[in-house]
C-alpha cells in the first residue's frame, strides 16, 4: 500500500533574518488539503499573493546562491533549507505564510524547521504520495561541475565536493532515504563560504544576514569563529540543498542521485528538465488515482497523442526518445502494413518523401506544441525550405528524426530536421510554422 500524503497537523510560527536580504521575515505554516502542494502566501502585499511551489515558477536568473520562485514579479528567496526540512518531515501539503520575500536563515541549516515541524505533528490525508521514477539516466553538467539521475527503487544521493581549500578537497557523502538519518546526518549541516567570498558576495547583494553564527566562513586555518558539526559538514550541506530543489518538483524521487561539484544553478537545471518529462503526466496520468509515475527521456504513443493533434492513419510517431525545450529525437518503425504502401509504388514499396518531411514535422510539433504556453494549439505549416531526399525509406527501416528549434516567436516556430535509418541521412530540411488556436 503507498504511504499517504500529509499536512502539518497544527500551525507553526517561525521568525529570523534572511541569510541573504537581511530582511527579519516571520512565516506561519499551516494545514492544507489533499493535493495542494506547499503554497507560499506574501502576506506582507496586497491581496495576499500565492505562489505554488513548482519548477515552472523556480527564477533561474535569480537563482543562484539560493533557489527563489517568482511569480508576477513577486519572489520568494532561499526556499531550499526549508523545503528540504518539510521533505525530511513528510509534509506534502501547506500553507507557508510569509512576510516578506526570503525564508528566514535560522542557523543556516535544516534542523530548525524539521524540529518545529515535528513538534507539531503531521496528519495523514487519506491519498497516497506522489511519486516519480526515472526510465533512464538524466544528465546535467556545466563546465566540471554535473549531476547524473539513475533509476533506483529508492532516492539515494550522493555528492563529490572539491575546492582549493584544505577543508574543502575531495569531501564524499553518500544518503539513502531513511527520516532518521536525515535528522542527524543532513538537516544540521550548515551553509558555508570561503572569506575571500564573503566581501564579494555582499558587494553583490547577497548574504547581508549571514553571521558567524549561522554560516560556516572558511579562512586558510579553517572555520572562523564556529566549530564543525561534521568533519563533512560542507558536502553535506550541498546534499541538503540538492534534496530541497528536488522536492520543489511536488513529487517523492526515486532514483539514484550522483553530483559532483554542483550548486544551485545545475541543480535548476536538473528540475528543469526532469520537470519537462513530468509535464506530460500532469496532462494525464498524474492527475488520476495513479500515486507512481515514470518520467525520463521517452514518450510513449500515449503521451505523443497528448501533444499532437494527430491520429491514425496520419499519426508518423511511434516513440520519443529524448524531448528538451529546443530539440526532440523521434521514431517511426516503417512496415509493410502502413497504409500508404497499398498505393505508392506498390511493386516497389518505398514510403513517400513527403510523409517523410511530415514524420519530421511531427517530430518538430512534439517540441513547439510540448511548451505550456502552446498546450492546446495547432501548428501549421508556412514554408518548406533546402529539403532533401539521400536515399530511400523502405519496409522493415527504423527511421530516426532529429529536430532542432531555431527561432521561436509567439506565433511562429522554426526548426531543422534530419531523418536517418541505420545512422545515414534520408532526408533533411527546414521547416516553419504558424501556431493557431
Not at 489533499?34 to 527564477?59: E, K, M, Q, Y
Not at 544553478?265 to 506530460?280: M, S
Not at 536515399?391 to 516556430?413: H, N, W, Y
Request: proline share 5%; charged share 25%.
Amino acid at each position: 500500500m503507498s504511504e499517504q500524503q500529509r499536512t502539518i497537523a497544527k500551525d507553526v510560527f517561525m521568525s529570523g533574518p534572511g541569510l541573504h536580504t537581511g530582511e527579519s521575515v516571520s512565516i506561519r505554516v499551516r494545514p492544507a488539503s489533499v493535493n495542494t502542494g506547499i503554497v507560499f502566501i506574501r502576506t506582507d502585499l496586497p491581496h495576499r499573493p500565492a505562489i505554488p511551489v513548482s519548477a515552472a515558477a523556480v527564477d533561474v536568473a535569480k537563482s543562484v546562491r539560493r533557489t527563489t520562485l517568482s511569480k508576477d514579479g513577486v519572489e520568494i528567496q532561499t526556499i531550499e533549507h526549508f523545503m528540504a526540512s518539510l521533505w525530511g518531515a513528510g509534509i506534502d501539503n501547506a500553507y507557508v505564510e510569509i512576510t516578506g520575500p526570503e525564508v528566514p536563515g535560522m542557523d543556516g541549516s535544516a534542523v530548525q524547521f524539521l524540529q518545529q515541524f515535528k513538534a507539531a505533528g503531521v496528519t495523514s490525508l487519506g491519498a497516497p504520495k506522489r511519486y516519480f521514477s526515472l526510465r533512464e539516466p538524466v544528465l546535467v553538467e556545466e563546465g566540471d561541475s554535473s549531476i547524473v539521475v539513475f533509476p533506483d527503487r529508492a532516492l539515494r544521493v550522493s555528492y563529490l565536493l572539491s575546492y582549493p581549500h584544505p577543508l574543502l578537497r575531495s569531501q564524499f557523502v553518500s544518503y539513502l532515504q531513511d527520516g532518521a538519518s536525515f535528522e542527524e546526518s543532513i538537516a544540521p549541516a550548515r551553509t558555508f563560504c570561503l572569506k575571500e567570498e564573503a566581501e564579494a558576495l555582499r558587494a553583490s547583494g547577497f548574504g547581508k544576514g549571514a553571521t558567524l553564527d549561522n554560516t560556516l566562513v572558511l579562512d586558510r586555518d579553517g572555520v572562523m569563529q564556529n566549530t564543525l558539526r561534521f568533519d563533512d559538514e560542507c558536502a553535506r550541506h550541498k546534499i541538503l540543498d540538492l534534496l530541497g530543489d528536488l522536492y520543489v518538483l511536488g513529487c517523492h524521487l526515486r532514483a539514484r542521485v550522483i553530483a559532483v561539484k554542483s550548486g544551485h544553478p545545475l541543480n535548476v537545471k536538473l528540475l528543469k528538465k526532469l520537470d519537462q518529462a513530468l509535464e506530460q503526466w500532469r496532462l494525464g496520468s498524474l492527475q488520476s488515482a495513479t500515486s507512481e509515475v515514470m518520467v525520463g527521456p521517452q514518450l510513449d504513443i500515449t503521451q505523443i497523442e497528448k501533444i499532437l493533434p494527430h491520429r491514425y492513419p496520419f499519426l508518423l510517431v511511434d516513440r520519443v526518445s529524448e524531448l528538451t525545450e529546443t530539440r526532440a529525437v523521434g521514431l517511426k518503425c516503417v512496415t509493410i502494413n502502413d497504409y500508404f504502401f497499398r498505393g505508392h509504388f506498390p511493386g516497389r514499396p518505398v514510403m513517400p518523401g513527403v510523409l517523410i518531411v511530415e514524420a519530421m514535422a511531427q517530430v518538430g510539433g512534439i517540441i513547439l506544441l510540448n511548451k505550456r504556453e502552446n498546450h492546446g494549439k495547432l501548428a501549421y505549416f508556412m514554408a518548406v525550405d533546402k529539403v532533401k531526399f539521400r536515399k530511400p525509406v523502405v519496409p522493415g527501416d527504423q527511421l530516426i528524426i532529429e529536430a532542432e528549434l531555431g527561432k521561436l516567436r509567439s506565433r511562429t516556430g522554426q526548426l531543422t530536421c534530419r531523418a536517418s535509418v541505420d545512422g545515414k541521412m534520408v532526408c533533411e530540411g527546414e521547416l516553419m510554422f504558424a501556431l493557431a488556436d
